[in-house]
């Protein structure tokens, strides 16, 4: 189906181990973000795309490096994972312009212990 | 100050009955964008609707419709005649600006509880 795929869907991790969060969209889509959802906070922005080539930090980019590969791909990486870092993780796209939303994937379940 | 502002952190309805999740924004932009978003217990994120802040008329998808007060920055989801699936969070979120490099800022969320 199209639409954003996250990979994994579930990881444990220990403290100071690394990792990568791959996202891919097969919308052609230019935009390309990651979030991080935790309970009674919303969805914030880590970092973005606006386009192949761009990054650009968000909200709380702290502990996160991101890579975009090519137009497709987004990848988010913890270097020293931290419990802090104890989320659900959200990659989208989105075209460029004004009046279209985010599709979401459907989320990377995250625990550091 | 936050940018989006759902005061409601959980509310309940009836099947059948109408009901209305508040939203405030703040933004000094002219042009900018609203939306509303659906996440289910099962954990997606799913686009509902969308408001832009020249668009004279208020938004209407379905049974959703989106309530713009542009003078009170309010953008209120109504959902009309409530189904038990629409039990969920919902998210307010808005995007300033007119360019691909604005982004969503969410609001904090509002749990939808339906009973039969």
């Known amino acids: 189906n199209a639409g954003v795929t996250q990979t994994p869907k579930f990881q444990v991790l220990k403290t100071g181990q690394s990792m990568t969060l791959q996202c891919a969209q097969d919308m052609n889509h230019n935009s390309m973000y990651w979030y991080r959802q935790d309970p009674g906070m919303g969805l914030r922005l880590i970092y973005y795309s606006a386009s192949e080539g761009t990054t650009d930090k968000g909200e709380v980019p702290n502990g996160y490096n991101v890579s975009r590969l090519n137009k497709r791909e987004f990848s988010l990486r913890l270097e020293s994972a931290a419990p802090s870092q104890t989320s659900v993780y959200f990659c989208?796209?989105?075209?460029?312009?004004?009046?279209?939303?985010?599709?979401f994937g459907s989320g990377t379940r995250l625990t550091v212990v | 100050a936050q940018k989006i502002t759902q005061t409601q952190p959980g509310m309940f309805v009836q099947e059948k009955e109408a009901v209305t999740l508040d939203c405030t924004y703040d933004?000094?932009?002219?042009?900018?964008?609203l939306f509303w978003y659906k996440q289910p217990s099962s954990g997606e994120m799913i686009f509902l609707i969308y408001?832009?802040?020249?668009?004279?008329q208020n938004a209407t998808e379905g049974r959703y419709s989106l309530n713009f007060q542009k003078a009170r920055k309010s953008a209120n989801l109504v959902i009309s005649a409530s189904q038990l699936g629409d039990s969920a969070m919902y998210f307010c979120a808005m995007r300033e600006g007119y360019s691909g490099y604005s982004t969503l800022t969410f609001g904090k969320g509002t749990m939808l509880l339906v009973s039969p």
């Open positions: 408001q832009g802040s020249y668009d004279e």
């Open positions: 989208a796209s989105s075209p460029l312009g004004q009046g279209e939303g985010y599709t």
């Open positions: 933004t000094s932009d002219q042009s900018y964008g």
